[in-house]
T-cell receptor, first 110, second 116 residues
Framework: SQQGEEDPQALSIQEGENATMNCSYKTSINNLQWYRQNSGRGLVHLILIRSNEREKHSGRLRVTLDTSKKSSSLLITASRAADTASYFCATDAFDYKLSFGAGTTVTVRA | DGGITQSPKYLFRKEGQNVTLSCEQNLNHDAMYWYRQDPGQGLRLIYYSQIVNDFQKGDIAEGYSVSREKKESFPLTVTSAQKNPTAFYLC???????????????FGSGTRLTVV
């Protein structure tokens, strides 16, 4: 079953701007992960945040997690054309398999 | 280089035919997974395996079968019982119990299956 839901479904921004997308989930989790998928390709793991963490950074990526609201956000700063992709959140609900949301499609305009 | 190899990249199936999608990894990962992705949608879990010679059904296992005879290999068969098999199929692996908690999944590049 799909636990995560991303919002918005699609996002179009100018190069250099920041992109923010959100993920909501339904049950308690061990961790939440974000993945990127370029068109027609496999997914690439971006960042993992554990349930006892509130914020995590990796390069131009910033992830927050609010377990009381069962939500997470992914911020991409200073976006580039190469950031054009679909972004998925995935939750590990203590059952050793990930449940993925439907994704946010990000288009970065030059 | 370590990674996951899926083959073929494109596959065409006739009505009533079984087809097998290959997934091989050289990452020494214990756990392997098969997901299905339909256009504009997220990933749905078909089958997963935490260890050799053992596997479990995911959310949409009907019409699919798998085997896990070797640690490196986790082939997926799409049977004629799967009425709507046209989709993008993704294989993934992780270290295992610790892997999902710490390292996430490594994905293959996918197989696009089309019914003709």
């Amino acid at each position: 079953s799909q636990q995560g839901e991303e919002d918005p479904q699609a996002l179009s921004i100018q190069e250099g701007e920041n992109a923010t997308m959100n993920c909501s989930y339904k049950t308690s989790i061990n961790n939440l992960q974000w993945y990127r998928q370029n068109s027609g390709r496999g997914l690439v793991h971006l960042i993992l945040i554990r349930s006892n963490e509130r914020e995590k950074h990796s390069g131009r990526l910033r992830v927050t997690l609010d377990t009381s609201k069962k939500s997470s956000s992914l911020l991409i700063t200073a976006s580039r054309a190469a950031d054009t992709a679909s972004y998925f959140c995935a939750t590990d609900a203590f059952d050793y398999k990930l449940s993925f949301g439907a994704g946010t499609t990000v288009t970065v305009r030059a | 280089d370590g990674g996951i190899t899926q083959s073929p990249k494109y596959l065409f199936r006739k009505e009533g035919q079984n087809v097998t999608l290959s997934c091989e990894q050289n990452l020494n990962h214990d756990a392997m997974y098969w997901y299905r992705q339909d256009p504009g949608q997220g990933l749905r879990l078909i089958y997963y395996s935490q260890i050799v010679n053992d596997f479990q059904k995911g959310d949409i296992a009907e019409g699919y079968s798998v085997s896990r005879e070797k640690k490196e290999s986790f082939p997926l068969t799409v049977t004629s019982a799967q009425k709507n098999p046209t989709a993008f199929y993704l294989c993934a692996s992780s270290i295992g119990d610790l892997g999902v908690g710490n390292y996430g999944y490594t994905f293959g590049s996918g197989t696009r299956l089309t019914v003709v």
